[in-house]
């Protein structure tokens, strides 16, 4: 049920979250940051809602629940765009932007 819940919340903000703030860098930049990156955390083949579902999944279970391990560790090699150390609304708005489909051929 977790998981539903998880997909549904990561949907409604790819629904909302379609754009960077106006201060955010050009899509240009975006590509940059993400070209390269596996970012199919989920293994379907496809990078999508379910990918950034990951992310709402690593802050309900990080703390208590390793059964996600090997989720984890693809979403914090590939997914801390800043390169931060950390999984932060940063790494989640970029990831929005890939799933949402403006940015494309990455």
Known sequence: MKKLVSLLSAT???LSV???PASAESSGDFYEIVKGRNLDF????SVG???LGIYHLYYDYLDNNRS???VFDK???NGDFDNN???DR???AVMTIVVSGKLTDY
Do not use: C, H, K, Q
Request: proline residues 0%; charged residues 20%; hydrophobic residues 55%.
């Open 42 to 45: 989920t293994g379907n083949g």
């Open 49 to 51: 809602v379910d990918d």
């Open 85 to 87: 150390g950390e999984i």
């Open 68 to 70: 996600y391990a090997d």
């Open 75 to 77: 979403l914090l090699a």
């Open 12 to 14: 409604a903000v790819l």
């Open 18 to 20: 379609a754009v960077m």
């Open 90 to 92: 940063w790494d989640l």
